[in-house]
C-alpha cells in the first residue's frame, strides 16, 4: 500500500508497514476455553475480529443412543451432558418422559427434587464463579468455591451414592428415600452459604480491576439475546425478566417465594452479579423447601415397564445455565423413537461471535467465562 | 593466609568467590522461592501445597529442577534455532549479571560500581531481550503475542520505575548502592519514610516489570497458554523461570537498598539490651528467630510419617540451630569484623524476603490487569505521578538546602500530602471513560 504526502509541493511515496490480520487458533487444547472448545480467532493486533467456534471435540451421539436404550437405560446418559449439573439434567429428562406418560410425581419426590435441583445450580454457579475468576487472573477464588461445592457433592453423595453424575431422580419419582439427617445437612449448609457469598463478592465485587475487566465487556442487548435464543443468567442480565420457574413451574418451583435477578447491561459484570444473586435465591428456596418436605410416597406407579403411548412432548426447565428442553417422541414401545435436547450452553455459546467482535483477546477469554458453557452438553 | 596470594590477583579473590557462590547458590535459593510461593498460595488457598517430596515438601525443588533437567528439549517446527537455543540464556545470564552490583551487606558484593545502581537497572532491562526473542523464534502466535506485550510493558514501566528511583537518588546523592544505604545511614532514616510515594511507584513497576500479576500479561495464562515460553520445555524453560526470579530478588533489592536501607539494622538508636547478656537486643534477634524456627521444625519431628522424614527435618532443625550459632558468635568481641557482613546480609535478606512476599500476596489476590487497562495505569497514572513526585521531592530539597529550613519531618508530610492530592487526581482523571474503542468492521 502506498501512500502520497506533500514535501514542499513534491509528492513523496512511503510505503506503510503492512499488518496483516492474524489467524489464532484458541483450543481444543487450552486452560481457559472449559473443555475441548476450540475458537478460530481472525486478530488485528490484539483485537478480535471475529470468531468461529468450532465444535464436537466430545460428540458422543447422545441423542442416537437414546433411541436403543429403553426410557429407565437413557436416563443416566443424560448425566453426561453438562456433567457438572447432573441433577438439573436428570430433573428435566424425567419429567419430560413422566408428562409422555400422563404420571407425575407425588408431591414428596417433588419437593425433593426442587431441593436437590437448587444445590445443584448452586453447585454449577460455584464451579462457573471459580473457573470465571480464574480465566480474568484471580486465583484464590476457585478454591474457595470448590470448597463449597464440595459440601453440596457430599450431599448428594450421601442421598444417592454419587457425586458427580448422580442420576438421583427416577421417571416418577425417586428410587432412594431421603437420609436420616437430610434436612440438617441441607440447612447447614444454606446457613454457612450465606456468609460464603459475602466473601466471594468481597474479593470480586468492588475489585477495581475485576470491574474493569468485567464492566461493558461483551454486551449483549435484549433484542439480540432474545434474537439469538440465549436464555438462562445471560438472558437475565441483558434485561429481560424470564424464568422457567416462574414463567411454566414445575417439580415444587410454585409453593416457593424467590426473586428473579436481573442485569442492566447485558455485559460480563451484569452477568457476574445476576448469577451471584442467583445463588442466594437457590439459598432461599432450598431452606424454604426444607422446613416442609410432604409425607407420603416417593414414586408414582408407572409399572416397571415404561410404554408410553405414542405421541410427543417438549418439556423445558430452568437448568443453571438456561433453558435445558426435552422434546421426546413415542412411538408406542419401550424405547423412544427419538429425543432431541435443547442444551442451554450449545444455544448461549451462538452469541459468543456477537459479544466478542472488537474486544481484545483477554476479553475474549471473559466472555468465554461468562457464558458458562460445558463441551459435554454443547457437543452432546 | 594473605601472603600466599599473588599481589596481582588479590583484588580478585573476594568478587570471586562471591560471584562463584552467587552462581552456585541462586539457583537453589530460586527453587526455594518456587516452594515458598506455592506453599504461601496454599495457605491462602485453604490447601496444604506440595507435601510429598521429603517433609513438607521441602526438597521438591531439588526434585523439580532434576525433572526438568532430563525431560526432552523440544524445538519446534519452523524455529529459528539459533535464537531459540541462545534466547533463554540472555535473560539468565542478564538476570545474574545484574547481581554482581547488588550488596547483600557491607562485605557481601562482588563489585562496588560508582554508577552501581544505573549498572543494575540497565543490565536488568536486557533480559527483555532473551523474551523478546525466544517469544519471536519460537513461531507460535502465542509466543509472539506474549513476547510484543512484555517489550511493551517493559518500556512503559522501565520509565515509571526509574523515575521512582530519581526520587530516592536525589536523597542519597550517589549512584554506588553502597553509598545510598550509607546516606540512610548518616541521615538516620530510610528512604521510604521520606519519599514513600516513589516507593509505591516503584513497587507497582516492579511488579510489572517482573511480569508477575496482577500484570503477568506476558505469559497470562489463561489467555495465551504460557505467553513467550509456550514453546520451551525442559531445562530452557526452567532457565527463564530462574531468570524471572531472579528478577524478582534483582527488584527487591533495588528497592532495599533505595527504600528500606540495605542491610542497615531497623531501629539503629534503639540500645535497649537482651536481658541478662551484654547484647543489644535487635542485635539478638536474629540467632533468636532462628532458634525458634530450630525449635519448631523439632516439635515436627515426631509427627512426620517416616523414618527418613524425621531425620531429614532434624537435619533442617540442626541447620537453624547452626545458623543461629553462626548469628550468635559474631556478637563476641572477637569476631567484630564479621559482625556486619553476617548480620548485614541477614536483614537485607530479610527486608528482600518482605518484599518478595508482599509480590506473592499481591498474586494470588487481584484478578489480571487487560492490556490497555495496563498501559492505561502506566502512562496515564504512574508516569505523571512519577515525574511530579521527583519534581517536589527536588522542589523540598532546594527548600531545605538554601533556606536552611531543617524540618524534615514537616516537608515529608507535606511532600506526601501534594503527591497524595495528585494521586487522587489523577486517578478521577484516569477513571472517567475513555472514548469507545473503534468497533471492528463486520466482515
Keep these: 500500500m502506498t501512500d502520497a504526502l506533500t514535501n514542499g509541493g513534491s509528492p513523496i511515496e512511503t510505503t506503510v508497514l503492512g499488518a496483516d490480520e492474524i489467524i489464532l487458533n484458541m483450543g481444543p487444547q487450552h486452560p481457559s476455553t472449559h473443555g475441548v472448545l476450540r475458537v478460530k480467532l481472525k486478530l488485528d493486533g490484539e483485537r478480535v475480529l471475529s470468531t468461529e467456534c468450532i465444535i464436537g471435540y466430545l460428540h458422543r451421539g447422545v441423542e442416537k443412543i437414546a433411541e436403543h436404550r429403553s426410557y429407565q437405560q437413557f436416563a443416566p446418559y443424560v448425566d453426561r451432558m453438562d456433567y457438572v449439573a447432573a441433577v438439573s439434567n436428570g430433573l428435566g429428562y424425567c419429567e419430560t418422559v413422566e408428562k409422555l406418560l400422563g404420571a407425575e410425581a407425588p408431591p414428596r419426590a417433588r419437593v425433593v427434587r426442587t431441593i436437590l435441583t437448587e444445590l445443584q445450580r448452586i453447585a454449577s454457579h460455584l464451579l462457573w464463579l471459580g473457573t470465571h475468576a480464574l480465566d480474568i487472573g484471580a486465583l484464590t477464588p476457585v478454591f474457595y468455591c470448590f470448597r463449597e461445592r464440595e459440601e453440596i457433592l457430599k450431599i448428594f453423595e450421601k442421598y444417592c451414592g454419587a457425586r458427580l453424575t448422580t442420576h438421583a431422580f427416577r421417571i416418577g419419582g425417586l428410587q432412594y428415600e431421603t437420609y436420616d439427617e437430610f434436612e440438617t445437612d441441607v440447612k447447614r449448609f444454606c446457613d454457612d452459604f450465606s456468609g460464603k457469598v459475602d466473601e466471594y463478592e468481597t474479593l470480586l465485587t468492588e475489585n477495581r480491576i475485576w470491574v474493569g475487566r468485567t464492566k461493558g465487556v461483551g454486551i449483549l442487548s435484549t433484542a439480540d439475546a432474545i434474537a439469538l435464543g440465549v436464555t438462562g443468567p445471560m438472558l437475565r442480565a441483558s434485561g429481560l425478566k424470564w424464568d422457567l420457574r416462574k414463567a411454566q413451574p414445575y417439580a415444587a418451583y410454585d409453593q416457593y417465594e424467590f426473586d428473579i435477578p436481573t442485569g442492566k447491561n447485558g455485559d460480563t459484570y451484569d452477568r457476574y452479579l445476576v448469577r451471584m444473586e442467583e445463588m442466594r435465591q437457590s439459598r432461599r428456596i432450598c431452606l424454604q423447601a426444607i422446613e416442609n418436605i410432604p409425607s407420603g410416597p416417593i414414586m408414582a406407579k408407572v409399572g416397571k415397564v415404561l410404554k408410553p403411548p405414542p405421541g410427543e412432548v417438549y418439556h423445558s426447565i430452568e437448568a443453571p445455565k438456561g433453558e435445558l428442553g426435552y422434546y421426546a417422541v413415542s412411538d408406542g414401545t419401550t424405547q423412544p423413537y427419538r429425543v432431541r435436547v435443547r442444551p442451554p450452553s450449545f444455544i448461549n455459546l451462538q452469541a459468543l461471535d456477537k459479544m466478542a467482535r472488537g474486544a481484545l483477546v483477554a476479553d475474549l477469554v471473559a466472555i468465554i467465562g461468562t457464558t458458562d458453557i460445558v463441551l459435554g452438553e454443547v457437543d452432546r | 593466609m594473605s601472603h600466599l596470594i599473588p599481589p596481582a590477583i588479590a583484588p580478585f579473590v573476594v568478587p570471586v568467590i562471591c560471584g562463584i557462590v552467587l552462581v552456585a547458590v541462586f539457583p537453589l535459593l530460586a527453587g526455594y522461592i518456587v516452594l515458598l510461593e506455592r506453599k504461601l498460595m496454599a495457605d491462602m488457598q485453604a490447601r496444604l501445597g506440595p507435601m510429598r517430596v521429603g517433609p513438607h515438601g521441602l526438597l521438591q525443588p531439588i526434585a523439580d529442577a532434576f525433572k526438568l533437567l532430563i525431560k526432552e528439549d523440544i524445538i519446534p517446527q519452523g524455529a529459528d534455532k539459533f535464537m531459540f537455543y541462545v534466547a533463554p540464556l540472555i535473560s539468565v545470564t542478564m538476570a545474574l549479571v545484574a547481581f554482581s552490583a547488588m550488596p547483600f551487606g557491607p562485605v557481601f558484593q562482588i563489585a562496588d560500581l560508582n554508577v552501581g545502581l544505573l549498572f543494575i537497572v540497565a543490565v536488568g532491562s536486557l533480559g527483555i531481550y532473551g523474551i523478546v526473542l525466544g517469544g519471536w523464534s519460537s513461531n507460535s502466535h502465542y509466543s509472539l503475542i506474549g513476547a510484543l506485550r512484555s517489550a511493551a510493558q517493559l518500556v512503559s514501566y522501565e520509565t515509571a520505575a526509574g523515575l521512582a528511583l530519581v526520587s530516592a537518588l536525589l536523597l542519597a546523592g550517589s549512584l554506588s548502592m553502597k553509598d545510598i544505604v550509607q546516606a540512610q545511614a548518616d541521615q538516620g532514616v530510610w528512604f521510604i519514610f521520606v519519599v514513600p510515594i516513589g516507593f509505591f511507584i516503584y513497587f507497582v513497576s516492579s511488579i510489572a516489570e517482573t511480569n508477575r500479576a496482577p500484570f503477568d500479561l506476558p505469559e497470562a495464562e489463561s489467555e495465551l497458554v504460557a505467553g513467550y515460553m509456550t514453546e520451551y520445555s525442559g531445562f530452557r524453560w526452567a532457565l ?163 533556606w536552611e529550613w531543617k524540618h524534615p519531618v514537616v516537608s515529608t508530610v507535606v511532600t506526601t500530602a501534594i503527591m497524595l492530592a495528585v494521586a487522587f487526581w489523577l486517578a478521577e482523571e484516569g477513571a472517567k471513560p475513555e472514548p469507545a474503542p473503534q468497533p471492528a468492521d463486520g466482515e
Design chain 2, 240 to 402: 527463564y523461570f530462574l531468570a524471572e526470579y531472579a528478577n524478582m530478588v534483582i527488584v527487591a533489592g533495588i528497592a532495599t537498598t533505595l527504600f528500606l536501607g540495605g542491610w542497615l539494622r531497623p531501629f539503629p538508636g534503639n540500645h535497649q539490651h537482651l536481658i541478662g547478656t551484654p547484647f543489644e537486643l535487635l542485635d539478638a534477634l536474629p540467632s533468636l528467630l532462628f532458634l525458634g524456627v530450630a525449635l519448631y521444625c523439632l516439635s515436627l519431628v515426631p509427627r512426620q510419617p517416616v523414618q527418613v522424614q524425621k531425620l531429614f527435618m532434624a537435619g533442617v532443625a540442626g541447620a537453624c540451630v547452626l545458623l543461629a550459632a553462626v548469628m550468635a558468635l559474631t556478637l563476641f568481641p572477637p569476631f567484630d569484623a564479621a559482625r556486619e557482613g553476617v548480620h548485614g546480609a541477614f536483614w537485607f535478606m530479610a527486608k528482600v524476603g518482605g518484599y518478595v512476599y508482599t509480590f506473592l500476596w499481591v498474586r494470588f489476590t487481584f484478578p489480571r490487569y487487560r492490556f490497555d487497562q495496563l498501559m492505561r495505569l502506566g502512562w496515564r497514572f504512574l508516569i505523571p505521578l512519577a515525574l511530579v513526585n521527583v519534581l517536589v521531592v527536588s522542589a523540598s530539597i532546594v527548600v531545605q538546602q538554601n
